[in-house]
């Protein structure tokens, strides 16, 4: 149980371009989701927090223009890059929890790699 | 916010030998550290954690201790084996939230 899935697992796109990236969770409710962005070679870095229903919360730095996030239903929250830009290419990965708050484990996603051209 | 250091960035060890991963935090709130695996191009896996109630925690032949006076915490692998070979993050948070991970320790077995 605790799966969760990214689609799609890799994309390309022109500079310009907008991208979409879709993270479900298969099977539970995810009532949080967190995405993350991971450049080679380095740590997770944490974007945003989106709770169902609610605005995401952005951290600092993180251009919530730039990087729109939708958590529409419990089982899906969907990023995406608008107007990329080669230094937007990246590992993005999800995570999401059941719980309200924390008090669960996070379980991520395959993440999605996205090159810029 | 939280920072969390680790120690080393990187790690060699011969197969059988132990590897020690150093984690520190700085935010005293935290109550919640895990520690994920994660292979080249794929997702973390959470492999142990451990919360402020407890001073230690084993599976197998991987053990994390956490000392809360001193904001750190530790994991241990005993009898490596090539598989163990992956990068190695810790990450702390507050009540299982948000988590900030560490730099990751990149760790390699020799056969």
């Known amino acids: 149980g605790a799966v969760v899935s990214q689609h799609p697992s890799w994309v390309i796109c022109k500079s310009g371009t907008s991208v979409k990236i879709e993270c479900r969770s298969l099977?539970?409710?995810?009532?949080?989701m967190f995405w993350y962005r991971q450049f080679p070679k380095q740590s997770l870095m944490l974007m945003a927090t989106?709770?169902?229903?609610?605005?995401?919360?952005?951290e600092q730095g993180v251009e919530k223009d730039k990087f729109l996030i939708n958590h529409a239903s419990l089982t899906l929250s969907t990023l995406t890059v608008t107007s990329a830009h080669p230094e937007d290419s990246s590992f993005y990965i999800c995570?999401?929890?059941?719980?309200?708050?924390?008090?669960?484990?996070?379980?991520f996603g395959p993440g999605t790699r996205l090159t810029v051209t | 916010g939280e920072n969390v250091e680790q120690h080393p960035s990187t790690l060699s060890v011969q197969e059988g030998d132990s590897a020690v991963i150093k984690c520190t935090y700085s935010?005293?709130?935290?109550?919640?550290f895990p520690w994920y695996k994660q292979e080249l191009g794929k997702r973390p896996q959470l492999i142990i954690d451990?919360?402020?109630?407890?001073g230690e925690k084993k599976d197998q032949r991987i053990a994390v201790t956490l000392n809360k006076t001193a904001k750190h915490f530790s994991l241990h692998i005993t009898e490596t084996q090539p598989e163990d070979s992956a990068v190695y993050f810790c990450?702390?948070?507050?009540?299982?939230?948000?988590?900030?991970f560490g730099a990751g320790t990149t760790v390699t077995v020799r056969a």
């Open positions: 451990i919360r402020s109630n407890v």
């Open positions: 995570s999401a929890t059941p719980g309200t708050s924390g008090s669960s484990e996070q379980y």
């Open positions: 990450a702390a948070s507050v009540n299982d939230y948000k988590l900030s």
């Open positions: 099977d539970f409710q995810a009532t949080t």
């Open positions: 935010d005293s709130a935290s109550n919640y």
């Open positions: 989106s709770n169902e229903g609610s605005k995401a919360t952005y």
